[in-house]
């Protein structure tokens, strides 16, 4: 499976599984920074969730809460998420 | 919108943001102390980040602080960094993540520890692969009930108890309590002394996990109890000799209303455990003679939890007592989250203490 389409299901998940809150699947949808619709535990429970998703899909363990905030950026977007994703993956 | 770290100086705006998001500070002398008298931080001075800090126009948002621990374990030490007064306020929320992250990626600790995150907090901690300790029983805080009627009139108005039919027999009736035993003696005092340092070589041999009791870093982590003279310690001897001490915080519960001693310190050299029973027996009559309404601990190994519920104490389950660690030690993942029965960490292992 692409990664890609391991976002979009854990996107579909996420928006499934509460109501509070609702992840637009937009390239340019804010995961992280100010005016983010997403409070902190929804963030880390979507991502989270991605990680589930990759190791379920890929068998690879990775650590994507860490690699996002060490890319020390003030914004990341959902394209952003992808491009960190197979980085973590090429690794 | 910046990060920046946290000085001595910004206490008077950290103490503005807890007022405004409800959580309690220590004034400035004893909050400047965690780190002007912390052991660790007297030695190694400008190393150590104290926290990290949001700040948007001059002003501070949000904060995280970072306290220095020293654990032991076969003779080796470790460095911990210790999470505490984590608070960033609703327009900020979104940099929240951002905080514990360099909490949590922070160089040169061994060991980053939070034991007191509510259920939220305990997410984001597992999010950035800290993980839950695996010691027994550790979210149930043990409670003796000494004011009966206080308590069951608290009970109606929602102070909650586990109470299955064991506990209720508990707190209707009288527990048997052992009596004293002629060669085990104790002295109640309002210090810590240089013998501590001979128990802890003890603890060594013993090959437990703990963090330091050596007098510099019980002073230290007593600090504002012992200026206010709100601490008991109680010295164990058998025939003579010491053989360990029990720390007791005289503290008030907010909600509740209620006069509380919370025993934060039980150290006693393993072949002489069965002293537990009569020490806590001693307890209970100094809560008792000194008017308090209950008696607390929260932690602890099972063999110690197993002899507090002989005595009657009883169990209720907090919200708010989860005691995550990342670990960047490899030797010691068996002894933190595969020992579900030997460790023995409580309260006093993180800020916990500091906020009673």
């Keep these: 499976m692409i990664i890609s389409k391991i976002i979009d299901n854990t996107i579909e998940e996420f928006n499934n599984n509460q109501n509070e809150h609702k992840i637009n699947n937009e390239k340019k949808f ?25 190791l379920k899909n890929f068998n690879i363990d990775i650590d994507i809460m860490n690699a996002i905030f060490t890319e020390n950026k003030d914004k990341i977007y959902l394209q952003d998420l992808k491009i960190i994703l197979e980085n973590q993956l090429k690794k | 919108m910046k990060i920046e770290k946290v000085s001595l100086n910004d206490y008077q705006e950290i ?9 309690d500070i220590l004034n400035e002398s004893d909050w400047r102390d965690i780190w002007e008298k912390n052991p660790y931080y007297i030695k190694k001075d400008q190393d150590w980040t104290i926290g990290w800090k949001i700040t948007d126009k001059a002003k501070i948002h949000g904060v995280i602080l970072n306290i220095p621990y020293i654990f032991k374990l076969n003779g080796s ?12 306020e609703k327009k900020y929320r979104s940099f929240a993540l ?10 040169g600790a061994d060991l980053l520890i939070t034991n007191s995150a509510n259920e939220k907090a305990e997410k984001i901690m597992e999010a950035f692969k800290a993980k839950k300790i695996a010691q027994y029983d550790y979210q149930n805080r043990l409670i003796f ?3 009966r009627n206080k308590i069951f009139f608290n009970y109606i108005k929602q102070f909650k108890f586990n109470f299955n039919l064991n506990n209720l027999a508990k707190f209707f009736f009288k527990v048997k309590i052992p009596t004293q035993n002629k060669n085990v003696t104790f002295s109640l005092n309002n210090k810590f002394d240089l013998d501590c340092n001979q128990l802890e070589k003890k603890l060594i041999y013993e090959k437990k996990f703990f963090s330091s009791k050596n007098l510099d870093w019980l002073n230290w982590k007593y600090n504002k109890y012992l200026k206010k003279n709100h601490l008991f310690i109680v010295k164990i001897f058998d025939n003579k000799n010491l053989v360990g001490f029990i720390v007791l915080i005289q503290n008030y519960e907010k909600t509740y209303k209620l006069k509380r001693l919370s025993i934060t310190e039980i150290v006693i050299i393993k072949e002489k455990m069965f002293i537990l029973n009569y020490v806590l027996n001693y307890c209970i009559n100094l809560g008792k003679k000194n008017n308090f309404d209950v008696i607390d601990a929260v932690g602890f190994q099972k063999e110690k939890r197993v002899i507090f519920e002989k005595i009657g104490f009883i169990k209720k389950k907090s919200a708010n007592y989860n005691f995550l660690i990342k670990n960047n030690k490899k030797e010691l993942e068996n002894t933190l989250f595969n020992n579900s029965e030997e460790l023995d960490l409580s309260l006093t292992d993180g800020d916990g203490v500091l906020n009673l």
């Design chain 1, 30 to 54: 804010l995961i992280f920074g100010e005016d983010s619709s997403l409070d902190s535990l929804a963030c880390a429970n979507f991502l989270t969730d991605l990680e589930k998703n990759v």
């Design chain 2, 15 to 23: 103490s503005e943001i807890n007022k405004k998001n409800y959580l």
């Design chain 2, 77 to 88: 030490e470790y460095l911990a960094a210790v999470c505490s007064n984590y608070v960033v």
């Design chain 2, 98 to 107: 951002k905080l514990r992250h360099l909490f949590l990626n922070q160089g």
């Design chain 2, 145 to 147: 009930v000494l004011n």
